[in-house]
């Protein structure tokens, strides 16, 4: 059977990325069209460089590559076979009023002995609390199934699931909300099914345990360049700084108009189409394109994405070095709208030696769904003030340099959205879509879902053909109480 010889991949980021590997490697001629000068996306990195002149590459927030994010590192294993470019971070402390310090090293692997050993060492939870803990809302955490807990949960909140939980208040900011900000997204914000399957692959099925490792460098320069170099001797041709304007049918296949910035470049054509951007590109692009019009259903459903609140990146270079023993990362709760430190100097080989140069260190500050109106001064003040109050070394440091990043580009999961959402595959023969807004048949978040996605974009262009799919790998969907769970979830229904 014959399947597509030619492809445009639209989008450089990760999704983009994992779609012009799998079809290149395949035999198809790929056109990838890149806005933005570098590849990456979200995660890439962009040359920058200090008031003194020293060049460095700034990033858009620190990312953590998990243990199970086994797509992602299978198309990381391209360039880098043995993953050299990724340390192991240690820990993940979450730090918290009165020197709480919640750590997730050392737990048991399986559930429901590591829920078990969390609860028992924690200390949040005292004995008595447990009496409290309202057994039905917790056994949703080991009862994940990609259809009972949607049916169930996806209308209820995250706020709304956790305020059930009946969790102590001390356990509740340690353990919960901070997992929940993880995502960018508000806990009245968040459906309670996705925090749920997000709870059920990163921890009860996550054999891999809660650790991550770190990029040791600038990611475009770890990975997306390289991987970039790849591709071209794939054939792929790379396009940066180059946008897709509009997207056409045609008797023979699509015509992707582009726009290199001010004037139109002409169109690229293939037999198939990937549209692997950001929502707010996607909804722009569909709004544009009048032949992907002619499913209401499926356009109506592109335009109604959600996206999050916007969130902050403030890195900082300061003159004085913070303690060695402080973690690469560290969530943070009770300190006002920071929710996380990164000592970069700590992991990153171009942080590591500005500070060793200077005496100093780099760190960077996170604020996930602030508020759209928010003012940008009050909110920089606020998060010194929690940096101050969690490392007080950091008190008289002077600030040498800064970057601020204000962005609102996060696909956002909002109770009752799930059943809405949209696919890989799209009502149009040869089209397919990619990014971690997709819903996916495999539990996953965050660049997991971008990479899955794009795999499986590929798989879907590529079926029926006598190419081999994409292998795509996974950790258990359901929980270790599921089928208990599907059968409550059926009798709720039909109470």
């Known amino acids: 059977m014959s399947g597509p010889r030619r492809a445009v991949v639209v989008g450089g980021g990760i999704a983009g990325l994992a779609a012009a590997t799998v079809l290149a490697e395949r035999g198809v001629k790929v056109c990838l069209v890149e806005r933005e000068g570098f590849l990456g996306g979200r995660a890439g990195s962009w040359s920058d460089q200090l008031a003194t002149g020293e060049p460095f590459e700034m990033e858009r927030g620190f990312h953590g590559f998990f243990r199970q994010y086994y797509n992602l590192r299978r198309l990381l294993r391209r360039v880098d076979p043995a993953l050299s470019q990724l340390a192991p971070a240690g820990d993940y402390p979450i730090l918290g009023p009165d020197g709480q310090v919640e750590s997730f090293t050392g737990l048991p692997r399986r ?112 990975f997306w360049g390289p991987l970039g170099q790849h591709l071209a001797r794939l054939g792929v041709d790379v396009r940066l700084e180059t946008a897709a304007a509009a997207v056409h049918a045609d008797p023979d296949g699509w015509r992707v108009e582009l726009d290199g910035g001010g004037a139109a470049t002409g169109a690229v054509t293939g037999d198939a189409v990937v549209l692997a951007v950001t929502v707010s590109a996607l909804q722009r692009l569909v709004a544009d394109s009048p032949d992907l019009a002619r499913d209401p259903g499926w ?59 200077r005496g100093g260190s780099v760190i960077e500050l996170h604020a996930y769904a602030v508020d759209a109106g928010a003012d940008q001064d009050e909110l920089r003040a606020e998060l010194l003030a929690g940096l101050h109050a969690l490392y007080p070394e950091t008190r008289a440091a002077r600030v040498l340099d800064q970057r601020f990043l204000w962005k609102q580009d996060c696909a956002g999961f909002p109770p009752g959205a799930h059943a809405a959402r949209v696919g890989v595959a799209t009502p149009h023969r040869g089209l397919a879509l990619a990014g971690d807004f997709t ?41 270790l109480f599921a089928r208990r769970g599907r059968r409550r979830a059926r009798a709720e229904q039909r109470a």
Do not use: C, K
């Open 111 to 222: 559930a429901p002995w590591n829920l078990a050993a969390l609860a028992l060492r924690t200390p949040t939870i005292r004995a008595r609390d447990l009496l409290g803990i309202r057994p039905g809302p917790a056994l949703a955490m080991l009862s994940f199934d990609p259809e009972a807990t949607y049916a169930r949960w996806d209308g209820t909140s995250a706020r709304d699931y956790l305020d059930s939980l009946g969790f102590p208040t001390r356990a509740r900011r340690m353990l919960f909300d901070v997992f929940a900000h993880s995502f960018f997204s508000a806990e009245e914000e968040l459906s309670a099914a996705e925090l749920l399957m997000m709870f059920h692959w990163y921890f009860v099925a996550n054999r891999e345990g809660l650790v991550f490792d770190v990029a040791s460098r600038p990611m475009s320069t770890a």
């Open 299 to 357: 356009t109506d459903a592109v335009a109604a994405l959600p996206v999050t609140r916007p969130f902050a990146v403030w890195r900082l270079w300061l003159d004085r070095a913070v303690e060695p023993g402080r973690a690469a990362f560290a969530g943070t709760t009770g300190f006002g709208r920071l929710d996380n430190i990164s000592v970069y100097d700590h992991f990153q080989d171009q942080s590591g030696a500005w500070a060793r140069a």
């Open 439 to 479: 819903r996916l048949p495999v539990p996953s978040a965050l660049m997991e879902r971008a990479a899955t996605s794009g795999m499986m974009a590929a798989n879907v262009l590529l079926s029926g053909t006598w190419s081999e799919p994409e292998p795509i790998e996974s950790l258990s969907a359901r929980g």
